[in-house]
């Protein structure tokens, strides 16, 4: 079910990994450990372009005072 809604959330976009990255933001650790396992198992990442990661790496990402940023946002070649 949680594939399901992420891709439809990215229906009107192209899921190509060549194309660009997708990012899916999870509200907590529980959320970001069920993204990170569906993932995983349909290979989303390769197949389809699509990044995860936490509310958390955001806000800290967004923080003037971090020297560079926590997470740094690159699509694999």
Do not use: H
């Not at 959320?31 to 989303?44: T, W």
């Amino acid at each position: 079910m949680k594939s399901k809604r992420i891709l439809e959330a990215f229906q009107d976009t192209k899921l190509d990994a060549a194309e660009s990255a997708k990012y899916v933001c999870a509200p907590c650790s529980n959320c970001k450990g069920g993204i990170r396992g569906v993932f995983e198992y349909y290979d989303a990442t390769n197949r389809c372009g699509l990044q995860y990661g936490g509310l958390v790496e955001l806000i800290v990402n967004a923080m003037a005072d971090v020297p560079k940023p926590f997470m740094e946002f690159q699509q694999e070649a």
